[in-house]
């Protein structure tokens, strides 16, 4: 199979005042095109420290990441930025919309940040809405929507570019469990009708068996 995410002898070191706190260490992860991976742990298990630097968001102290074969380290600044942009979608557990944007106009932000041109991205913004089950929320603001709804534009503003790798920190942790359902089963629905590779990250043992595998981090390590 062909691996999309490397990371060989990942450490993460953070300076707190004259203290060093290893919160990753020797981390040695791969995972697969196509694949749903879940990666489990107790809160300041590390897990999502390991997401950012999967993502690019954050560096290493050491250690390596591929992404599609491409070595983060070895990019520049403005390639990183791309490949964030292009090749990756990230949701979070605060959604992170824009208040005074309605659901159309946060799902394109990316395309605007890109440069490209909103005319050419509209009928894959339609098949967006629709696989997000928001077409009749398109004129709406995030003040009103609900927390899943909400959670849902941010799938989509993730989808829009249409990245290979979708990468959510903790993306029902903030939602009752009944709508926490429905988003687990919109990321299981995108990864296997539209073979997106999606990584999550969490602490619940009900939304990681929406993956196919199971990576447990705890203490920084991989166990």
């Known amino acids: 199979m062909e691996a999309v995410i490397e990371a060989k002898n990942l450490c993460k070191t953070f300076t707190l005042g004259t203290?060093?706190?290893e919160v990753l260490k020797d981390i040695d992860v791969t995972i697969n095109k196509g694949e749903f991976v879940s990666i489990m742990g107790p809160s300041g298990s590390g897990?999502?420290?390991?997401?950012y630097l999967i993502g690019g968001l954050d560096?290493?102290?050491?250690g390596s990441i591929r992404i599609k074969g491409k070595e983060l380290s070895g990019m520049k600044d403005?390639?990183?930025?791309?490949?964030?942009?292009?090749?990756?979608?990230?949701?979070?557990q605060f959604y992170n919309l824009i208040p005074n944007?309605?659901?159309?106009?946060?799902?394109?932000?990316?395309?605007?940040?890109?440069?490209?041109?909103?005319?050419?991205y509209r009928n894959r913004l339609e098949e967006i809405l629709d696989i997000v089950g928001?077409?009749?929320?398109?004129?709406h603001t995030p003040r009103e929507l609900s927390g899943g709804q909400q959670q849902r534009v941010a799938?989509?503003?993730?989808?829009?570019?249409?990245?290979?790798?979708?990468?959510?920190?903790?993306?029902?942790?903030?939602?009752?469990?009944?709508?926490?359902?429905?988003?687990?089963?919109?990321?299981?629905?995108?990864?296997?009708?539209k073979?997106?590779?999606?990584?999550?990250?969490?602490?619940?043992?009900?939304?990681?068996?929406?993956?196919?595998?199971?990576?447990?981090?705890?203490?920084?390590?991989v166990c």
């Open 19 to 21: 203290v060093d706190v």
């Open 47 to 51: 897990k999502s420290t390991l997401l």
């Open 59 to 62: 560096k290493p102290t050491s």
């Open 78 to 92: 403005r390639e990183e930025s791309l490949m964030r942009r292009r090749d990756i979608g990230f949701v979070f």
């Open 101 to 120: 944007l309605d659901v159309e106009e946060n799902i394109m932000l990316p395309i605007l940040l890109d440069g490209k041109k909103m005319k050419d």
């Open 134 to 139: 928001l077409a009749e929320r398109r004129h």
């Open 155 to 193: 799938i989509a503003r993730a989808l829009i570019n249409d990245p290979d790798i979708i990468l959510a920190d903790e993306p029902i942790g903030n939602l009752d469990s009944k709508t926490g359902t429905e988003v687990m089963k919109l990321l299981q629905k995108i990864n296997l009708q």
């Open 195 to 221: 073979g997106k590779t999606v990584v999550q990250v969490t602490h619940s043992k009900e939304s990681a068996e929406y993956g196919q595998r199971i990576i447990n981090v705890r203490d920084g390590k």
